[in-house]
């Protein structure tokens, strides 16, 4: 029996109301001015095999698949997902920019930036290059976003200037 369901706008969750756990753990971030935890994930690996995997499911369901943006209040131990248009952030990263108090999502082939007041995401275009499993941090002191190498063997580190959205090693 499987402990995952598709709901209503395409998102995964588990039976459980919990965000889809498949890679999440690379886009996890702390967001101060809400005091939550928030993961920002899309389940790209259903797309293998997925008869096997998911017997439970039939058709194309995983062609369908849209990201999630989840956020945990740990005060309340709650957690819920924001309906807000979530990048594909699989295998991916966020970080907290301190000097605008915003989300940056990164994924080698975009950077994203997410605006609280308005709910949103917005891809800046700004890559570096492909591949999974991006750790990144923000600088304060630079101001740029840091991201060190892929799983690809990259040893490049490349600093992405927010506020004239680019990237460069």
């Not at 750790?135 to 799983?151: E, H, K, P, Q």
Request: charged share 20%.
């Amino acid at each position: 029996k499987s402990t995952y369901r598709i709901v209503a706008n395409h998102q995964a969750e588990t039976t459980t109301g919990r965000p889809w756990a498949m890679h999440a753990f690379d886009a996890v971030e702390w967001d101060p001015t809400v005091e939550r935890v928030v993961v920002v994930s899309f389940p790209s690996h259903t797309r293998f095999s997925p008869e096997e995997r998911f017997p439970m499911f039939e058709g194309d369901w995983y062609t369908e698949l849209e990201p999630s943006h989840w956020e945990y209040d740990p005060v309340t131990n709650k957690w819920s997902r924001l309906a807000t248009n979530a990048p594909r952030l699989f295998a991916a990263a966020l970080t907290w920019d301190s000097r605008r108090g915003q989300l940056i999502g990164f994924n080698g082939g975009d950077t994203y930036h997410f605006d609280r007041a308005a709910n949103t995401w917005t891809s800046t275009g700004a890559a570096t290059e492909a591949g999974w499993h991006f750790s990144i941090v923000y600088d304060s002191v630079a101001d740029r976003v840091l991201s060190l190498g892929t799983n690809k063997g990259s040893d490049e580190l490349f600093a992405y200037d927010p506020a004239a959205p680019s990237c460069a090693p």
